[in-house]
């Protein structure tokens, strides 16, 4: 059943909030929906519960943390269809993708769950014995951006739990009412305190990460936001994990089969309407194949539907907010005034709704804003390189690295190429795959520290070492 009522859980309690603001449709453009806009008050409430549920959280055996996180992943593809609806009525994206966003929340919280957490004897001298162990921190923030909700914030659940954790979770202010409802859903699967999941509009952010109560802080989000989260974490030294913004160029190198390939291009760079931090930016085409690729990349852009995620057969929808709406407007803005080629799309659309066409730029200077800057909209420029060096130059010049990827045929080749990319995470002949079990992170200004694998369990630890000399023999 839907709903329009949505309320915080804190402490395992529906707190409704003292105060709401307004979500909208973004295929409307209207509000269908009021959140809780939390208060000071009501995050110090949630702070206080995670603070109060860490000792008996941390002394729960691993078996059982995960089995509850296996417990959430359950409750949340009970009601798969209620929150898929829900994502795509407040974020916009087709219902299939909507249903991709939840589920793959919870396959993230089940797989999680089969982390180990190391245990390092580094000595086992006649001396001496030293083991590195790792343990839980305490209170973490949670803090997600709006373009996937759930699945960015299972990354940091999962692991934050398993490891022994207690969380206040917080949505980003466009998309909270998907999180909110899994708060509803899940009280009463994990002990009181131990998830809290809080709503607010832009003041609540700062608020979090400047808590005293908070000890780490898990981001993701823009690169400008993160400095400023990185900054009001110093105050305390709360510990960071940062999952910034990318400009990920693509290299297709002359031996790719044109037509294979252009469907798996486009969609590395439009799938959720271009809103990915590792989608597609920048593509560069080798010259030799820049003609046909162009030409089969833009007939299959002619083929794809631009509509309300909750139509049937919609596959891009709307851009999520009208921020961003406004900033995307503006880069195609800026490529009209400097004369830059439109290959397609460029106007703006006249239907109610924050929607932008797809639209593609023929070979703009490397100086241009959409090449050099994130533009998180379906707008991509396609740019001709003649020579590999050059272009590992040109995709390496950015202040960002988050991902990259290379289309070829000789995979030998890719795979030495990959070696000399300054990104986090390089694809060969795919896209913006990732897994549960391998670490994702930015080089550069895209973040710091990882998520997913070992590693991203022991960002939310830390480490303690005991040293214990033994016994030595009367001499
Ligand atoms: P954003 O930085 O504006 O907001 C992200 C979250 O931070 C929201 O919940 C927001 O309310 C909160 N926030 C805003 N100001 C804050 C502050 N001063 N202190 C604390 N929290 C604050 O980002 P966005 O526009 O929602 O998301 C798009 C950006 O996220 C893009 O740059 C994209 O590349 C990046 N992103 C990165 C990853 C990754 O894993 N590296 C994944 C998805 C998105």
Redesign the pocket.
Known sequence: MSSTHFSMTINGQAINGTETFAVENPATGKAFANAPDCTRAELDAAVAAGRAAFPGWKATPIAKRRELLNAMAGVIMQNLPELSRLLTQEQGKPHPDAEGDVGGGAFWLMESSKHEIPEHVSEDSAERHAVTRYGPIGVVAA??????PII?AA?KLGPALLAGNTVVL?????TPLTTLRIGELLRGVLPDGVLNVISGS?R???W??AHPGVDKVS????????K??ME?AAHSLKRVTL????NDPAIVMPDVDVEKVAEDLFWAAFRNTG????ATKRMYIHEDVYEPLKAAFVAYAKTVKVGDGAEQGTQIGPIQNSA?YKRVLELIQDAKDNGYKFLIGGEASDVPGYFVPITILDNPPENARIVQE?Q?GPVLPLLKFDNLDEVVGRANDSEYG?GASIWSSDIARAQEIATSLQAGTVWINESQHLSPHAS???FKQ??IGV?GGQEGVLEFCQAQTVFTRKPQPAT
Do not use: R, Y
């Not at 917080?170 to 466009?174: L, R």
């Not at 809103?275 to 590792?278: G, H, L, R, S």
């Open positions: 803090i997600v951006p709006w373009n996937f960015l990354f917080k949505p980003a202010p466009t832009d609540l952010g700062p979090l990460t981001f993701t989000g823009s690169t400008q936001t993160g400023k989260v009001s999952e910034l913004g990318g809103q990915i931090c590792i961003q994130e998180f988050l994702f992170g930015g895209s973040g998520e």
